[in-house]
């Protein structure tokens, strides 16, 4: 399986762009990238998900370089709501043998917010 | 849609006691997770379920968690008996499939084992 490295911790102040970085030097063709959020006391949280492309929906952007070895992701007007830890995720396929995949959390970056 | 629900919100109970955490996916959901989180070992996967069968059980710790899943609508994880290793928030999590795989995720079940 693919490994992601994340920052422990970084801090934005609100109403700049957050942009949070993943390593995973180590992925493969097929694999793609995710990111999920964990607000405190609450269940994770999709944010978005790439190949190759970079993508962007109402939540956030995902930069995937070239090479698919490293991604950022980009809240582009952080607020106070969006202190959580971030999950940068490659998507693994499991033991079945099928087309199923699971979702292997790390530690994650925890983002603070700062007003 | 009230989006994944689990019950109860929170349990307390004695070592050598029967846990039952229950949940409820998102209506037409194929797929359903049961997830554990601690401080030490972060958020793992313990069993996911398509079409109401087990898929892959290799998370589940040991023999004294099970999970049943006997209808589309409901799916139990159950610890016989629990010890206080046991401790941490359950996650519940359904997705529609492969395809459209994002997985919503129920709001926990804290469990304390004394």
């Known amino acids: 399986d693919a490994k992601t490295t994340q920052p422990t911790s970084m801090d934005c102040a609100e109403g700049r762009a957050a942009n949070l970085p993943c390593n995973h030097s180590?992925?493969?063709?097929?694999?793609?990238v995710y990111w999920y959020r964990q607000i405190h006391s609450q269940g994770p949280q999709y944010i978005i998900h790439?190949?190759?492309n970079n993508e962007t929906n109402e939540m956030a952007s995902l930069i995937i370089t070239e090479d698919r070895k490293s991604s950022t992701l980009i809240l582009p007007h952080a607020t106070l709501r969006d202190t959580a830890v971030y999950y940068c995720i490659v998507r693994s396929p499991d033991n079945s043998g099928g087309s199923n995949y699971k979702l292997t959390f790390g530690k994650g970056t925890l983002l603070t917010v700062n007003p | 849609d009230a989006g994944v629900i689990q019950s109860p919100r929170h349990e307390v109970t004695e070592m050598g006691q029967e846990v039952t955490l229950r949940c409820k996916p998102i209506?037409?959901?194929?797929?359903l997770f049961w997830y554990r989180q601690t401080m030490m070992r972060g958020l793992e996967l313990l069993i996911y379920?398509?079409?109401?069968?087990?898929?892959?059980d290799s998370g589940m710790p040991e023999d004294r968690f099970s999970a049943k899943m006997p209808n589309a609508s409901f799916s139990t994880l159950k610890i016989q008996p629990s010890e206080p290793r046991d401790s941490a928030v359950y996650f519940c999590?359904?997705?529609?499939?492969?395809?459209?795989?994002?997985?919503?995720f129920g709001p926990g079940t804290r469990l304390t084992v004394l």
């Open positions: 999590a359904s997705s529609w499939g492969p395809v459209r795989d994002t997985q919503y």
């Open positions: 209506s037409g959901h194929d797929y």
């Open positions: 379920f398509n079409n109401n069968v087990p898929i892959d």
């Open positions: 180590t992925i493969s063709g097929n694999e793609y």
């Open positions: 790439g190949l190759k």
